[in-house]
T-cell receptor, first 114, second 109 residues
Framework: NAGVMQNPRHLVRRRGQEARLRCSPM?????VYWYRQLPEEGLKFMVY????????ESGMPKERFSAEFPKEGPSILRIQQVVRGDSAAYFC????????????FGQGTRLTVV | DAKTTQPTSMDCAEGRAANLPCNHS???????VYWYRQIHSQGPQYIIHGLKNNETNEMASLIITEDRKSSTLILPHATLRDTAVYYCIASPSYDKVIFGPGTSLSVIP
């Protein structure tokens, strides 16, 4: 899973600021998934994207959160007007999208809202 | 995705085989069994997956019962570094995979 790169690894934001989390998938992978893990809790699916398309965003909070995966460049998870409850680890995974293939995860971005 | 059921926690002595069970009695014919693990807040790590035949790789073996209603992940010689939460997932593909609570495996010296 070393191929999925997330940055920054740690991010500190004050309440009300914006957080931008980046995910570069493994080479050759065109499918990206974002998960959130609150402290001492499990992994929660947020959104599934392909290049320039959001396939499934059923796990995304309705407000303040958005995600994109442009034709060029990394996938971005954007959180506007962050609140303390947004403090969590955010993990990105990528896959080739071919049926039955596995996905590989990055090491995550730990967001702390102060 | 079919629902999976795993024990909440397990212990295993270092050097012994760790056998992690998973029940997936409602699994569909096109659903694979995937195993991932998460070592203390690191990114989840893919271990293995299979459909109906037993599978083995450098990390583990996956034994799936003939009726496919359950499976067992086997770590042949557990080390302290195998202490982690192990997730069993039944899905036709890696597509919006939902993680359950998993099994917290503690390898004991």
């Amino acid at each position: 899973n070393a191929g999925v790169m997330q940055n920054p690894r740690h991010l500190v934001r004050r309440r009300g600021q914006e957080a931008r989390l980046r995910c570069s998938p493994m080479k050759g992978h065109s499918h990206v998934y974002w998960y959130r893990q609150l402290p001492e809790e499990g992994l929660k699916f947020m959104v599934y994207l392909q290049k320039e398309n959001i396939i499934d965003e059923s796990g995304m909070p309705k407000e303040r959160f958005s995600a994109e995966f442009p034709k060029e460049g990394p996938s971005i998870l954007r959180i506007q007007q962050v609140v303390r409850g947004d403090s969590a680890a955010y993990f990105c995974a990528s896959s080739a999208g071919v049926e039955h293939t596995e996905a590989f995860f990055g090491q995550g971005t730990r967001l702390t809202v102060v | 995705d079919a629902k999976t059921t795993q024990p909440t926690s397990m212990d295993c002595a270092e050097g012994r085989a760790a056998n992690l069970p998973c029940n997936h009695s409602t699994i569909s014919g096109n659903e694979y069994v995937y195993w991932y693990r998460q070592i203390h807040s690191q990114g989840p790590q893919y271990i293995i997956h299979g459909l109906k035949n037993n599978e083995t790789n450098e990390m583990a073996s996956l034994i799936i019962t003939e009726d496919r209603k359950s499976s067992t992940l086997i770590l042949p010689h557990a080390t302290l570094r195998d202490t982690a939460v192990y997730y069993c997932i039944a899905s036709p593909s890696y597509d919006k995979v939902i993680f359950g609570p998993g099994t917290s495996l503690s390898v004991i010296p």
